[in-house]
C-alpha cells in the first residue's frame, strides 16, 4: 500500500509539474527564460517523503526538456520568522506558491 501511494505522488507531481511547465515555457532557451518559473523544494533532515518527491519533480523536469535544477531549501536553515517554516515537508512551491494550491502559512511558532 504504501508503495502504491508513493508511486501515485510521484505520478501525480510529474503531471503537474508538466501541465505547469507547459503552460509557462514559451521560449526556447529553456535555462534561462523569463517566463520559466522559480521552482523550489523545501525539505528537512529526515523527511522520507523527500527523496521520492524530488525524484518525481526533476523527472518531470527532464521529461520536459528543461534542465533547470529546482533551489533545494531545508526548512531548518530557514530564519525562525521566515512564512517557509510553517510548510509542511516535502513542498514544491512554484514562484513562491504551493504547487497544490495550499495558501502560504505563517511561520512555525518558536521552540
Known amino acids: 500500500m504504501r508503495i502504491k501511494?508513493?508511486?501515485?505522488?510521484?505520478?501525480l507531481v510529474g503531471l503537474l509539474m508538466l501541465g505547469l511547465l507547459t503552460a509557462?515555457?514559451?521560449?526556447?532557451?529553456?535555462?534561462?527564460?523569463p517566463d520559466m518559473p522559480?521552482?523550489?523544494?523545501?525539505?528537512?533532515?529526515?523527511?522520507?517523503?523527500?527523496?521520492?518527491?524530488?525524484a518525481g519533480l526533476r523527472a518531470a523536469l527532464t521529461a520536459r526538456g528543461v534542465t533547470l535544477e529546482?533551489?533545494?531549501l531545508d526548512l531548518g536553515d530557514l530564519a525562525a520568522d521566515d512564512p517557509r517554516t510553517g510548510y509542511?515537508?516535502?513542498?514544491?512551491?512554484?514562484d513562491?506558491?504551493?504547487?497544490?494550491?495550499?495558501?502560504?502559512?505563517v511561520a512555525s511558532p518558536p521552540n
Do not use: N, W, Y
Open 5 to 11: 501511494l508513493r508511486l501515485l505522488v510521484g505520478l
Open 24 to 33: 509557462c515555457r514559451s521560449q526556447p532557451d529553456k535555462e534561462s527564460s
Open 38 to 54: 522559480h521552482i523550489t523544494f523545501l525539505t528537512r533532515a529526515g523527511c522520507s517523503g523527500s527523496p521520492q518527491m524530488l
Open 70 to 72: 529546482p533551489e533545494t
Open 88 to 94: 509542511g515537508t516535502p513542498t514544491i512551491l512554484v
Open 96 to 105: 513562491g506558491h504551493d504547487l497544490f494550491g495550499r495558501s502560504q502559512p
